[in-house]
C-alpha cells in the first residue's frame, strides 16, 4: 500500500485522466480510507459506480458515497439520492 501524509487530489485527478485508473485508485482509496479525506471517499465510490478500474459495485459505491456526505456531503449526497432511485446497490 502506498502511503501519503496528505491526500493530493491533482495528481490523484491526473493520473485518471491519463487513463492510469489503477494509480489513481490506489491514491483515492488511500485518501479515503487512511486519511478520510471527503474528495477521495467520494472518487472511489465514483470508480466502484462507473467500473473504473474495478468492477462495478454498486454497495461499495454507496459505502463511499455515505462516507463522502459524512464528511462533507455535496455531490456525495446528489449521488446517493440518484442510486436510491434508481434502486442500485440497495
Known amino acids: 500500500m502506498i502511503e501519503y501524509e496528505v491526500f493530493d487530489n491533482i495528481t490523484a485527478d491526473a493520473l485518471f485522466l491519463q487513463g492510469k485508473h489503477k494509480e489513481a485508485f490506489e491514491r483515492y482509496f488511500y ?16 470508480m466502484y459506480h462507473r467500473g473504473f478500474h474495478v468492477p462495478t459495485n454498486y454497495p461499495l459505491a454507496r459505502k463511499f458515497y455515505r462516507a ?21 446497490g440497495a
Open 31 to 46: 485518501g479515503a480510507t487512511g486519511l478520510h479525506d471527503s474528495r477521495a471517499a467520494f472518487d472511489v465510490a465514483y
Open 68 to 88: 463522502a456526505a459524512a464528511l462533507e456531503g455535496g455531490a456525495a449526497l446528489f449521488n446517493l439520492a440518484l442510486m436510491e432511485i434508481r434502486g442500485l
